[in-house]
């Protein structure tokens, strides 16, 4: 038996920041900024695609108990089980297909400032 | 874990509730009869740090839940139009707890007949909740309408209550064919001038009639045997008097406020 480790030393070292914790920090962000009022969610699900290859699915719903438990799905990510790169979020008639984190975030940026976003919250808001 | 229940009498007392529930440390706070809109308590409530959540309604109008936790957490279990049952992980028991707050029917629409006739429905409501979880780690609280010595609050096929500790810690007893759980009633130690607490009851209704106790301790907190180990009897309080608001007026409750008195007890899970 050899002692030798064939294992590359920095096999540890290249963490990838995943989609879902991306979207939990700013489903957390929204309840901050609205003092629980919103509350950010976000819904996993497994699901197969037309070539029979697990995906995980992840909806992101802004949802409102205190008023009349309001709940509304922002966007749906969708990306390989084992690979969470590239993300797929079709958005507002656009399909974004996103290579790496600080792309994400971007996107998500640019999701929450539109006017789509800002209607969806003004109506929420509005009901208070 | 602080619990504090009120029936605030449709009444918009955000301001009060909020001061309420800061000074006593508050992590689950029911309101019956709420007459304020959740969205602006919880507003109010989270002005300082964003430490509470309003816990969404399946059905039971009656009650509104403002806790530390969200609703992933305190799961609703079952909910009727007056009853509401939600489950809570306590990672210091390594069990779950059912909380049962209710807002029973009043004496101005039911008589203590119907109230009492009526109580086996809330015995199986609370039986549906415990065969669904599978445990009996169950606290039932709100306002009963009832009085701790009444039938409906006493009687086997109804709450089967008892003043006892050590009663209610001997778990059942059989009654010719049947079994039933006790739960036990700490609420019976403020009953009377020399008992504990300042005040009698939690609601002082004095009308010149013949059969008349004046105080009606109508809100009431019930443990099953299980939790009572957990429950914390110094901090079980009918509150009268925090910050620099007094509830009560020349010794009876000030309506002003609620016809109520708040009631607040703790869990050490």
Known sequence: ?128 | MNILFWNTNKKDLSDIVVALANENNIDMLFLAESGIKPHLLLTKLNNVSNRYYFNRIRGCEKIHIYTRYNDRALKIISETSRITARELYSYKLKESISFICLHYQSKVNWDEGDQNAYSSEIQNFIKRVEAKTRHKNTIVFGDFNMHPFQNGMIQSTGLHSTMDANVALKRSRRIEDNIYDYLYNPMWSFLGDNSKGKVSGTLYYSPSKPLNYHWNLFDQVLIRPSLIASFDNSYLDIITKFSNIDLLKNGIIDNAYSDHLPIKFSLKI
Do not use: C
């Open chain 1, 1 to 128: 038996m050899s002692d030798e480790n064939l294992w590359p030393e920095d096999i540890f070292k290249n963490k990838v920041e995943m989609p879902k914790a991306i979207f939990i920090e700013q489903a957390n962000n929204l309840a901050i900024m609205s003092n629980n009022v919103i509350l950010g969610e976000v819904h996993t699900r497994m699901e197969e695609d037309i070539f029979g290859e697990k995906i995980l699915v992840h909806d992101f719903v802004m949802r409102a108990p205190s008023i009349d438990n309001y709940e509304y799905t922002l966007f749906t990510a969708r990306h390989e089980l084992i690979h969470p790169y590239p993300v797929s979020i079709p958005f507002s008639g656009i399909h974004h297909n996103i290579t790496d984190a600080d792309r994400l975030k971007k996107l998500l940026s640019e999701i929450f400032k539109h006017e789509k976003t800002r209607q969806i919250v003004t109506s929420i808001i509005s009901q208070i």
